[in-house]
Structure formats: structure tokens, C-alpha cells
């Protein structure tokens, strides 16, 4: 098994962060302009939505961490998608892990490059200064 890990300051309480990767509207604001909210799970959908990841929340404890299971998507089928929030004074550490991949493919490598620039993105939401999300709904934003 292959995990992806990274890990990032915020300058923000936990409380703010979460709301930014424990909902749909959340993760609207950093990482997919397509979501939805099918059947108690979340659906990202990327490149005109011939790309769908579905989300289903496994774990969750506000302001402390979140972990998702992905339940489509060729690779993403059974991994996991989780955050850990550790306060640290006026800061909050992030710790991110996509993990249980079943190889570290060329895919792979290449979403670990992706999730670096969501976790910028997502700092910045958390911080106020929004750069909205990393994939619309018909392209991708650099």
C-alpha cells in the first residue's frame, strides 16, 4: 500500500478549517466546483464530470479530524482521504494523508503533486484570502 502525505500551517483555529474538508460546500471552496450531495455521500466531478469521485464520510470529529472513503474513481476506489487538525497557539497544524493505494503508480505520483497545490488552496480559504477551487466545473485552474 502507498499513502500520500502532507502536512501544512494554517493561520487559523480548527474550527475554521473544518467546515473547509468536512462538507460538500467546503470543499467547493478549494477543491471542486462541481459537488454535490447523492445518497449521504459527496460527488466530485471533474472535466465535464467524466471524472466523478464519490466521498463518504467514515469518520468525523469536529475541529479534531475527518476521514473519508472514496468509493469511486479507477485508483481512488478504497482509499482514504484524511485530515488532522492539531491546534498550535493562534495556528493550526494540518496533517493530510490520501493513503491505502494499492501501488504507487504514475497516477499517483501525479495526484501527490495535486494535493500540494490543494493544501495551498486550502490554507488560503481557511485564511480568508480564497483562491477558489483547483478544478471548475469545465477545466483546470493554475
Same mark, same amino acid.
Given at each position: =500500500?502507498?499513502? &500520500?502525505?502532507?502536512?501544512?500551517?494554517?493561520?487559523?483555529?480548527?474550527?475554521? &478549517? +473544518?467546515?473547509? &474538508?468536512?462538507?460538500?460546500?467546503?470543499?467547493?471552496? *478549494? *477543491? @471542486?466546483? #462541481?459537488?454535490?450531495?447523492?445518497?449521504?455521500?459527496?460527488?466530485?466531478?471533474?472535466?465535464?464530470?467524466?471524472?466523478? +469521485?464519490?466521498?463518504?464520510?467514515?469518520?468525523?470529529? !469536529?475541529?479534531?479530524?475527518?476521514? *473519508?472513503?472514496?468509493?469511486?474513481?479507477?485508483?481512488?476506489?478504497? /482509499?482514504? &482521504?484524511?485530515?488532522?487538525?492539531? !491546534?498550535?497557539? @493562534?495556528?493550526?497544524?494540518? +496533517?493530510?494523508?490520501?493513503? #491505502?493505494?494499492?501501488? @504507487?503508480?504514475?497516477?499517483?505520483?501525479?495526484?501527490?503533486? /495535486?494535493?500540494?497545490?490543494? =493544501?495551498?488552496?486550502?490554507?488560503?480559504?481557511?485564511?480568508?484570502? !480564497?483562491?477558489? !477551487?483547483?478544478?471548475?466545473?469545465?477545466?483546470?485552474?493554475?
Amino acid at each position: =500500500m502507498a499513502d &500520500i502525505q502532507h502536512s501544512i500551517p494554517i493561520a487559523a483555529k480548527p474550527e475554521a &478549517i +473544518y467546515p473547509l &474538508i468536512a462538507t460538500a460546500q467546503g470543499l467547493a471552496q *478549494w *477543491w @471542486a466546483e #462541481d459537488v454535490t450531495e447523492p445518497a449521504g455521500a459527496v460527488e466530485l466531478g471533474f472535466f465535464k464530470r467524466t471524472t466523478v +469521485y464519490r466521498l463518504r464520510l467514515n469518520a468525523d470529529e !469536529p475541529g479534531v479530524r475527518t476521514e *473519508w472513503t472514496c468509493e469511486t474513481g479507477a485508483e481512488w476506489t478504497g /482509499t482514504r &482521504i484524511a485530515f488532522r487538525l492539531e !491546534p498550535r497557539g @493562534a495556528t493550526t497544524q494540518l +496533517y493530510f494523508t490520501h493513503g #491505502d493505494w494499492a501501488a @504507487a503508480t504514475e497516477y499517483f505520483v501525479g495526484c501527490n503533486t /495535486t494535493w500540494g497545490e490543494l =493544501m495551498f488552496r486550502l490554507k488560503a480559504a481557511a485564511e480568508g484570502k !480564497p483562491r477558489g !477551487p483547483l478544478f471548475l466545473a469545465n477545466e483546470l485552474v493554475y
